[in-house]
């Protein structure tokens, strides 16, 4: 019987130039003649894979470090697209080379489309005005998506000639390898031409064996489409359909708003009951969240395992006032259940008091929690002040709760780490409320409890005796993002 490795030379050239990307390295090493067979397409290879597995754009240095060669031009490029020779600027540049070669599409595991050239660039501005190519003016025509989502493919052509986001979009339909994204920073003008082919996409990705090696349906990761700042804002709502894919396990978003404030908040349109049964990591920093708009995000991710939030006052003023308790609160309402590790900070040291939650034992599996002393330093929290919101114009009424560690933290805490970023007469008398009682009592509530930080950037004088004494009930007194000791 005649086997694969009979086959001619030339024929097995062949063969093992079909596997290319995925399989091509378990073929070329699976024996010599494979081995030997794949001699003609390991150099491509070997720069395809290089250039397109992680794929960021193209970087033009200010500087030349050292050891970057000048291009003819006299301009200096990123180490990989000096090596690769291969420079790609714009998601056009992109679609351009994969027209060329639909394989390209297939090395692509991770992209960062955050680096693209705005849309009001010299260099985007030219690229309007050149037509184009017809490979990929194809490759559109022949897209399952477009008309299957009810779109005009020449709608798409011209769309791809004048906007990224299109671009964009359309690049998502051929990604069927990647495992990680993060989405151009303009993502929130998702419009109602786009919104269609990105929902199909979720929808063959969720039904694999309907639609086989589906774009998207191997991504696990998003990423942050935006930086932190004042200035960066954009809602959370153009993102939920990266939130409704099976195969994604972790959300990581900056500068997010799901807040409905009237003025320059957004509202949250969560559209479907249910998100990824595997979403079990949820990161957002500096974004503002309502209770409302977190229960609704929050109640929809059932398995939900680590929830690191950020909070950051935006454009305008939007989330000056924080209800942190009720923050809280929602958090202990919709994950009590699933939750093991839960971090909550701000960006602004708040010059006024919010309610205190003084309990925290409904959550059942949580081990690790990150809080920070003023969210501790104000009255007792009850629901009815849900949706009140303390500012300049507000006073909370009442004297402050004072929690104790062994009254406040469930049964299953592990780890417990506080900051410290303003010393203050209120927040030192926190930190003596929170200890007390817990030297003789930890062995007996808190019977997992093994590491106990306090995170300051110094130790002035006006603090040292509450430091001393939370180091005296087990706590490490450690310097603000490092592992140093201060005492």
């Given at each position: 019987?005649?086997?694969?490795?009979?086959?001619?030379?030339?024929?097995?050239?062949?063969?093992?130039?079909?596997?290319?990307?995925?399989?091509?390295?378990?073929?070329?090493?699976?024996?010599?003649?494979?081995?030997?067979?794949?001699?003609?397409?390991?150099?491509?290879?070997?720069?395809?894979?290089?250039?397109?597995?992680?794929?960021?754009?193209?970087?033009?240095?200010?500087?030349?470090?050292?050891?970057?060669?000048?291009?003819?031009?006299?301009?200096?490029?990123?180490?990989?697209?000096?090596?690769?020779?291969?420079?790609?600027?714009?998601?056009?540049?992109?679609?351009?080379?994969?027209?060329?070669?639909?394989?390209?599409?297939?090395?692509?595991?991770?992209?960062?489309?955050?680096?693209?050239?705005?849309?009001?660039?010299?260099?985007?501005?030219?690229?309007?005005?050149?037509?184009?190519?017809?490979?990929?003016?194809?490759?559109?025509?022949?897209?399952?998506?477009?008309?299957?989502?009810?779109?005009?493919?020449?709608?798409?052509?011209?769309?791809?000639?004048?906007?990224?986001?299109?671009?964009?979009?359309?690049?998502?339909?051929?990604?069927?390898?990647?495992?990680?994204?993060?989405?151009?920073?303009?993502?929130?003008?998702?419009?109602?031409?786009?919104?269609?082919?990105?929902?199909?996409?979720?929808?063959?990705?969720?039904?694999?064996?309907?639609?086989?090696?589906?774009?998207?349906?191997?991504?696990?990761?998003?990423?942050?489409?935006?930086?932190?700042?004042?200035?960066?804002?954009?809602?959370?709502?153009?993102?939920?359909p990266f939130f409704t894919l099976?195969?994604?396990?972790?959300?990581?978003?900056?500068?997010?708003?799901?807040?409905?404030?009237?003025?320059?908040?957004?509202?949250?349109?969560?559209?479907?009951?249910?998100?990824?049964?595997?979403?079990?990591?949820?990161?957002?920093?500096?974004?503002?969240?309502?209770?409302?708009?977190?229960?609704?995000?929050?109640?929809?991710?059932?398995?939900?395992?680590?929830?690191?939030?950020?909070?950051?006052?935006?454009?305008?003023?939007?989330?000056?006032?924080?209800?942190?308790?009720?923050?809280?609160?929602?958090?202990?309402?919709?994950?009590?259940?699933?939750?093991?590790?839960?971090?909550?900070?701000?960006?602004?040291?708040?010059?006024?008091?919010?309610?205190?939650?003084?309990?925290?034992t409904r959550f059942q599996k949580?081990?690790?929690?990150?809080?920070?002393?003023?969210?501790?330093?104000?009255?007792?929290?009850?629901?009815?002040?849900?949706?009140?919101?303390?500012?300049?114009?507000?006073?909370?009424?009442?004297?402050?709760?004072?929690?104790?560690?062994?009254?406040?933290?469930?049964?299953?805490?592990?780890?417990?780490?506080?900051?410290?970023?303003?010393?203050?007469?209120?927040?030192?008398?926190?930190?003596?409320?929170?200890?007390?009682?817990?030297?003789?009592?930890?062995?007996?509530?808190?019977?997992?409890?093994?590491?106990?930080?306090?995170?300051?950037?110094?130790?002035?004088?006006?603090?040292?005796?509450?430091?001393?004494?939370?180091?005296?009930?087990?706590?490490?007194?450690?310097?603000?993002?490092?592992?140093?000791?201060?005492?």
């Amino acid at each position: 019987m005649l086997s694969l490795l009979d086959l001619p030379l030339e024929l097995l050239v062949q063969i093992v130039q079909e596997t290319i990307p995925a399989g091509f390295e378990a073929a070329a090493l699976s024996c010599k003649t494979l081995y030997t067979a794949s001699a003609p397409s390991r150099a491509k290879y070997d720069t395809q894979r290089k250039r397109f597995r992680k794929f960021k754009f193209s970087r033009k240095l200010e500087e030349n470090p050292g050891d970057a060669e000048e291009s003819g031009s006299g301009e200096c490029w990123d180490k990989i697209t000096q090596e690769m020779g291969i420079r790609i600027t714009t998601t056009r540049g992109l679609l351009e080379h994969i027209a060329l070669d639909r394989s390209v599409a297939q090395y692509i595991q991770s992209i960062d489309l955050t680096g693209h050239v705005d849309d009001d660039d010299e260099e985007i501005e030219e690229l309007e005005d050149v037509e184009i190519p017809e490979n990929l003016k194809n490759l559109v025509l022949t897209s399952p998506f477009i008309q299957a989502a009810g779109g005009d493919p020449k709608d798409w052509i011209h769309g791809i000639k004048e906007s990224t986001l299109y671009a964009d979009v359309f690049l998502l339909t051929l990604l069927s390898e990647v495992r990680e994204v993060a989405l151009h920073p303009r993502w929130d003008e998702l419009d109602d031409q786009l919104r269609p082919v990105v929902d199909l996409i979720t929808h063959q990705a969720n039904h694999p064996k309907e639609f086989p090696n589906s774009p998207l349906s191997k991504l696990s990761t998003v990423l942050p489409a935006r930086d932190i700042g004042y200035e960066e804002r954009s809602p959370l709502t153009p993102f939920v359909p990266f939130f409704t894919l099976n195969s994604v396990s972790e959300v990581w978003l900056c500068s997010c708003i799901l807040k409905d404030d009237g003025y320059t908040g957004y509202a949250f349109e969560p559209f479907v009951e249910c998100y990824s049964p595997n979403l079990t990591k949820l990161t957002l920093q500096s974004c503002i969240a309502g209770p409302d708009e977190l229960s609704q995000l929050l109640s929809r991710i059932p398995n939900l395992e680590f929830f690191e939030f950020s909070h950051e006052v935006k454009w305008h003023g939007c989330g000056y006032c924080w209800n942190v308790a009720a923050f809280l609160d929602t958090v202990q309402n919709t994950c009590a259940k699933s939750l093991k590790e839960l971090s909550v900070s701000s960006f602004m040291f708040r010059e006024y008091q919010t309610p205190t939650l003084v309990d925290m034992t409904r959550f059942q599996k949580l081990t690790r929690l990150e809080l920070d002393v003023e969210m501790l330093c104000g009255p007792p929290y009850d629901a009815s002040m849900k949706d009140i919101e303390w500012g300049d114009e507000h006073e909370v009424v009442g004297t402050p709760a004072w929690p104790k560690l062994i009254d406040m933290l469930p049964a299953s805490i592990e780890t417990f780490n506080l900051y410290l970023n303003r010393v203050c007469d209120d927040q030192l008398e926190c930190i003596f409320h929170l200890i007390e009682g817990l030297s003789d009592a930890r062995a007996t509530k808190l019977p997992r409890l093994s590491n106990l930080s306090l995170f300051v950037e110094s130790v002035p004088a006006v603090a040292l005796e509450a430091l001393n004494a939370a180091k005296e009930s087990g706590f490490s007194i450690m310097r603000i993002g490092t592992s140093t000791h201060l005492l």
